[in-house]
């Protein structure tokens, strides 16, 4: 982080009882500046809190810091009430950028939402969804049976997309995961990996007899006809890692199954 460290922090927490407490005391220790005036945002929770931190913070230019008081803590820093402002200072930046999800649903309405982990698509019945891919408007798979098809950013290949057999992927490289969920034909397609400035295009065949809905990390749309799903490169949001423990770190990591 800059030299200047954080003068003005900002705290937000979940509504946990853990979470809460910590929030009261680091308040009381260090006060709590508004997040519109602060030098950085400490979110303290899990990831679910910290998801809702980004989203919230995504276009505001402010560093965010996490530390742990939730139950998943994978983008989160270990939690202690001594030296923040001092942590903070130290810490490591690592910048992300979210999907931008388009999605058209059955009455012709676009809907517009952002993902820093995932754009999903599952089948809303219990019908398996009949899905058409296109990547840079090029048809790449002419009809996917699954239940469903996600696309995952490097910070996001380390969640869902894992759960789902996907990739993981290095924070700083320039990819997206193409993860198909429960796929049934083509029986061998296990995914792609792609240029993270490509444009996946993915249409619902037989929409009404097999509806399907996107969701982008927790925006959903039901019964979409088509999904635009790129890399918002334009928005650039700042995590800060204690260091020895940045995103980088945690990825490789996983990779290695601790």
Known sequence: MSSRGAKQIAFVAASTPEAREAYARLEQRYGNADPKSADVIVALGGDGLMLQTLHKFMNSGKPIYGMHRG?????????????????????????IHPLV?????????????????????????????????????????????????????????????????GP??????????????????????????????????????????????AVADHDEVRSVRSVDIAMDHGCAINLLFDPGHNLDERILREQFGF
């Open 71 to 95: 139950t998943v803590g994978f983008l989160m820093n270990d939690f202690s009430l001594d030296a923040l402002p001092e942590r903070i200072a130290a810490a490591q930046m690592t910048v």
């Open 101 to 165: 999800m388009r999605a058209r649903d059955a009455a012709g309405r676009v809907h517009e939402h952002r993902a820093i982990n995932e754009v999903s698509m599952f089948r809303q019945s219990a019908q398996a969804a009949h899905l058409r891919i296109l990547i840079d408007g090029k048809e790449r798979l002419a009809e996917l049976v699954a239940d469903g098809v996600l696309v995952a950013t490097p910070a996001g290949s380390t969640a869902y997309n894992l759960s789902v057999q």
């Open 168 to 213: 993981i992927i290095p924070i700083n490289a320039p990819m997206l995961a193409l993860t198909p969920i429960s796929p049934f034909r083509p029986r061998r397609w296990r995914g792609a990996l792609l240029p993270d400035k490509a444009k996946v295009t993915i249409e619902v065949l037989e929409a009404d007899k097999r509806p399907v809905a």
